[in-house]
DNA sequence: TTGTAAGCGTTATCAA
DNA sequence: TTGATAACGCTTACAA
């Protein structure tokens, strides 16, 4: 009933068809009060009946509106962005916008071209994770001026929007607890500086060692790329080095991946968890509590994260509201069982 | 340098500076060969000065084509989703596409809707896995004749594009690996029926069974929707129903996801893998190598379907190919510990 | 080699 | 209550 061979129909046919002017059917298809309902009933019947929908691209072009949002992630690969993309989605559909999704594989000129794609495309704001805190990209979505927040990310600069995860904290609470439990030295699995929130994060490890008058071990430090099996032969290498006398008795990982890697290599040299060592991810993604002991992490409410950019994000749009938003959550410890009392 | 105060420049405001017509400046940015190269310099450098960046819309609106690919995706829950959509960008990133995605969350309207919005925005084409294998909605995309590529989904008409996994012998090598190492009973953890890689998954694992002279016992189907703590609570229900005599020795699981909510009821039950149950999942997800005995699975190559959709899909747009193409591509078994031999 | 003008499908202003 | 018409920013014949 709906669809005809016609290609793509315009509402300048759907006027030939309702016998009207093509501004009385936008008027119509807009419910514009004005026009006669007997009118609007007609059109909207014919459109319906000829599969009209509209073309967006003229009507961006027109009211400088696209409901589309640019997500630019620094790395889809990582596992904790599948939630944010999860929630992001969820809360855009809700809100009747779309994702116009893209990824800087960390990048810092992939990064600036896909910001420019994005203005190019039209987006109406860009929710946006930066490869580098300290790059000119941030200033280029300043001077654009296109609503934006910025997520993951530690600004040096007032007027960002920005709504991120305290990972200063999370490092900090988690290196507490297992100071708590008598661990004095600490393995710390994390990503490389130049990342934001790893730096946020080694600063929190290094903060709940002093503040505990434990001394800061370089070597206990250990920054890679945290990919699950790049940290696996991390540690397998640690350990070939020192196999006897244990230098460290518990480990921190900058995610619940790292943690992944760390478990595997543990196991294989037949260490158990968390008797031998312990171990605290960070991040709580899904697997953690199917994990073998179940993971003590902390956890990212990214869920949270992602809900908060959006809201404010489309508040601004639709409110074209200028004041700047910056939003502290929190992240809490998880307690499984990875996690042993020495001494 | 680059960036003004000026809101949005456009070609007409860069001819003003550059004191030529704008169909000029249009031209020597595309880098038509007809524009003297002096002109064409000084126009690039204007363009630079001012910060200019080309609107997609009003480009689109003239060419008809918006170098975007709408992708619609069934459940972005479901973790197998991950690697897709990261190719699926990947591939689209290497090719100039950028990517809309969206979720139908399983429910056929949302579906609708999402097809009518990916054609109001225009996009080049659509890849989509379908909700469901015999909805209108796939009727509809290939009434409104968008270059389209259907993922996870077996077609029933000709005239489709598609790429997909071949669930049936996913499940089918499985079960018979299992059968070859001794057990009868199998256990099959599966997805709703209507959709349509549940479907097929199913009867791989039936025909797999018919086919070795064993009976097929419906008490040891189960057809759940595949969430993990689910799956779970599943498990520990049949347990508690039979905690003496085994009914089954093996598990078949839909996914791999699913295979870790086994692990952990089968776990906290005291049981072993491979020992006590075997376990067989499906997908070959990062974590699968990382489960504790690793996991024996299927590998879904989702990255080769993903690029083949991508390639085919733009091959389609850019030399307007007509012929419609269908690729099967076909799963294997990944041997790892989670499977042994019995009686 | 450059410029003029029409048109893509809408919205919005003004006149009828 | 409806209809002309201009405009959004670009591409593309066609004219100069």
Do not use: W
């Amino acid at each position: 009933m709906s669809s005809k061979k016609t290609k793509k129909v315009t509402i300048k046919q759907i006027a030939e068809v309702a016998g009207v002017s093509f501004s009385t059917v936008a008027k119509a298809l807009n419910d514009d009060v004005l026009i006669n309902k007997e009118t609007k009933k007609k059109v909207k019947r014919i459109a319906n009946e000829l599969g009209y929908y509209p073309n967006l691209l003229a009507t961006g072009l027109r009211k400088k509106s696209t409901k589309t949002i640019g997500v630019i992630l620094n790395d889809l690969t990582n596992p904790c962005f599948i939630e944010t993309i999860q929630e992001i989605e969820n809360q855009l559909s809700n809100k009747n916008y779309t994702m116009l999704l893209i990824d800087s594989n960390l990048d810092i000129d992939t990064e600036n071209k896909n910001i420019f794609t994005m203005l190019s495309k039209g987006v109406d704001g860009i929710i946006i994770a930066p490869v580098s805190s300290n790059s000119k990209n941030i200033q280029l979505i300043l001077d654009k001026e296109v609503k934006s927040v910025f997520i993951d990310f530690i600004p040096k600069y007032k007027n960002i929007n920005y709504v991120y995860v305290n990972h200063e904290y999370a490092a900090l609470s988690a290196t507490e607890y297992l100071i708590k439990h008598g661990h004095k030295n600490i393995l710390l699995i994390n990503g490389p500086l130049h990342l934001a929130a790893c730096s946020k994060f080694q600063n929190g490890y290094i903060k709940a060692l002093i503040k505990n008058g434990l001394a800061v071990d370089k070597s206990l430090i250990v920054n890679k790329y945290i990919k699950i099996d790049i940290v696996y032969q991390k540690i397998m290498d640690l350990q070939k080095d020192c196999p006897i006398n244990k230098i460290y008795t518990a480990i921190l990982c900058v995610s619940d991946l790292a943690a992944m890697g760390v478990y595997k290599a543990l196991k294989e040299l037949g260490f158990l968890i968390p008797n031998d060592y312990s171990v605290v991810g960070y991040d709580n993604t899904f697997f953690a509590p199917f994990m073998d002991p179940p993971l003590t992490t902390v956890n990212s409410p990214l869920n949270i994260v992602s809900k908060l950019s959006v809201g404010l994000l489309i508040d601004q749009i639709e409110n074209d509201i200028r004041l700047t938003f910056q939003k502290k959550v929190e992240p809490n410890l998880v307690v499984r069982n990875s996690v042993c009392k020495i001494n």
